[in-house]
């Protein structure tokens, strides 16, 4: 069966800092993978995918993320965090079925402090 | 111009009621989802339509019923509302199934008192 995990409820960051967000999954075969982003009372924003190629992908606002096979990992990286990053981030794992469903994970509140 | 819009945004209503909740695309995407949000943030999908034809239903009670008169709206009717439908219901839509992303409306937040 296919699952993703985001092991963390919550994220504190100082402004400045990087910042991780942590994502595993579980599926077999090929998995597709994303990060999207939730601030509060909005809907779900895409941040970026992995399909297939460069393991390193790069998104929208300065975050990037690492695909990492053996350890069955996707995760959420950015250099620098902005206190404006403060949100509800999702992992989420398709390519099951070509029906454009996606597992989401729990999700991670990221808080960055001032 | 906004890309997913859903109407209501909020409702409110009470136990055993009837309600819809409207979403139309303006990205000429295929493929139309409902997800549900529930209190924990936890999301998790209900419905999807490819082209007018219903291709996810992820054992959702048939109190729900989703309706796609046209690809670029995908209406979510709730007959008999329960105190657990309460939830954040979000729109979404997407061009390429699997590898392609979503892209989501505000959310209709629903409250059954």
């Known amino acids: 069966a296919q699952s993703v995990a985001q092991p963390e409820d919550q994220v504190n960051v100082a402004e400045g800092n990087p910042l991780t967000v942590k994502c595993t999954y579980s599926?077999?075969?090929?998995?597709?993978l994303f990060w999207y982003v939730q601030y509060p009372n909005r809907g779900l924003q895409f941040l970026l995918k992995?399909?297939?190629?460069?393991?390193l992908v790069k998104g929208s606002y300065g975050f990037e993320a690492e695909f990492n096979k053996s350890q069955t990992s996707f995760h959420l990286k950015k250099p620098s965090a902005l206190v404006s990053d403060s949100a509800l981030y999702f992992c989420?794992?398709?390519?099951?079925?070509?029906?454009?469903?996606?597992?989401f994970g729990q999700g991670t509140t990221l808080q960055v402090k001032p | 111009d906004t890309a997913v819009s859903q109407t209501p945004k909020y409702l409110v209503t009470q136990m055993g009621n009837d309600k819809s909740i409207k979403c139309e695309q303006n990205?000429?995407?295929?493929?139309m989802y409902w997800y549900k949000q529930d209190s924990k943030k936890f999301l998790k999908i209900m419905f999807s339509?490819?082209?007018?034809?219903?291709?996810i239903n992820e054992t959702v009670p048939n109190r729900f019923s989703p309706k796609s008169p046209d690809k670029a709206h995908l209406n979510l009717h709730i007959n008999s509302l329960e105190l657990g439908d309460s939830a954040v219901y979000f729109c979404?839509?997407?061009?390429?199934?699997?590898?392609?992303?979503?892209?989501f409306g505000e959310g209709s937040r629903l409250t059954v008192l």
């Open positions: 989420a794992l398709g390519g099951s079925s070509n029906t454009g469903k996606l597992i």
């Open positions: 979404a839509s997407s061009q390429v199934a699997d590898t392609g992303e979503l892209f």
């Open positions: 990205l000429g995407h295929d493929t």
């Open positions: 992995y399909i297939t190629g460069d393991n």
């Open positions: 339509y490819n082209n007018k034809e219903l291709i």
């Open positions: 599926v077999s075969g090929n998995p597709y």
